[in-house]
T-cell receptor, first 114, second 113 residues
Framework: ETGVTQSPTHLIKTRGQQVTLRCSSQ?????VSWYQQALGQGPQFIFQ???????GRGNFPPRFSGLQFPNYSSELNVNALELDDSALYLC?????????????FGPGTRLTVL | QQQVKQSPQSLIVQKGGISIINCAYE??????FPWYQQFPGKGPALLIA?????SEKKEGRFTISFNKSAKQFSLHIMDSQPGDSATYFC????????????FGTGTLLAVQP
């Protein structure tokens, strides 16, 4: 069973640019959540995708968008990057089958915005 | 609004000692409380989780104590080892379509040999 993988590992962008981060879910999982973790903070929920549809969103502006593909992999897109977007972006996959479903996190993508 | 408050921010424990990390929540709709362990450069890894219908859950050296009336829960690490040195996050979620996790701010644990 393969775990959650994310790419790239690190990324440096400048303010105003756009970025796409990628996530491959753990085998058999059908739900993907994205979180932003600023340095020294706990992860903050961005949004979740289930069966290719957005299934809940945290307090993030529309310039944060996502996609989920038929194979359950996912992308996080951030437009018009701001300095405060510098963070570790985490993807978590889940097999949605009950009331509460364990979320398994990938290693993250470290984004630096200059 | 901080819905899950975690303390202490950092903790130093001697090898073989007990590490205790505390969390408090505000939303009584929360009904799932996991603890995650995160090493530098890694994503959080699920350690142990509890639901409010039990007051304690133990898995190996890790125990969650849960006090529903006080809206508090804690992680106890028995016989702490240097390999336990990491950042620990409590979290909470409520049942529903999304069950997003609300995380605490983390506790940096250092276990001295």
């Amino acid at each position: 069973e393969t775990g959650v993988t994310q790419s790239p590992t690190h990324l440096i962008k400048t303010r105003g640019q756009q970025v796409t981060l990628r996530c491959s879910s753990q085998s058999g999982h059908n739900t993907v959540s994205w979180y932003q973790q600023a340095l020294g903070q706990g992860p903050q929920f961005i949004f979740q995708y289930y069966r290719e549809e957005e299934n809940g969103r945290g307090n993030f502006p529309p310039r944060f968008s996502g996609l989920q593909f038929p194979n359950y992999s996912s992308e996080l897109n951030v437009n018009a990057l701001e300095l405060d977007d510098s963070a570790l972006y985490l993807c978590a996959s889940t097999l949605t089958s009950g009331v509460h479903n364990e979320q398994f996190f990938g290693p993250g993508t470290r984004l630096t915005v200059l | 609004q901080q819905q899950v408050k975690q303390s202490p921010q950092s903790l130093i424990v001697q090898k073989g000692g007990i590490s205790i990390i505390n969390c408090a929540y505000e939303n009584t709709a929360f009904d799932y409380f996991p603890w995650y362990q995160q090493f530098p450069g890694k994503g959080p890894a699920l350690l142990i989780a509890i639901r409010p219908d039990v007051s304690e859950k133990k898995e190996g050296r890790f125990t969650i104590s849960f006090n529903k009336s006080a809206k508090q829960f804690s992680l106890h690490i028995m016989d702490s080892q240097p390999g336990d040195s990491a950042t620990y996050f409590c979290a909470a979620s409520k049942g529903g379509a999304t069950n997003k996790l609300i995380f605490g701010t983390g506790t940096l644990l250092a276990v001295q040999p």
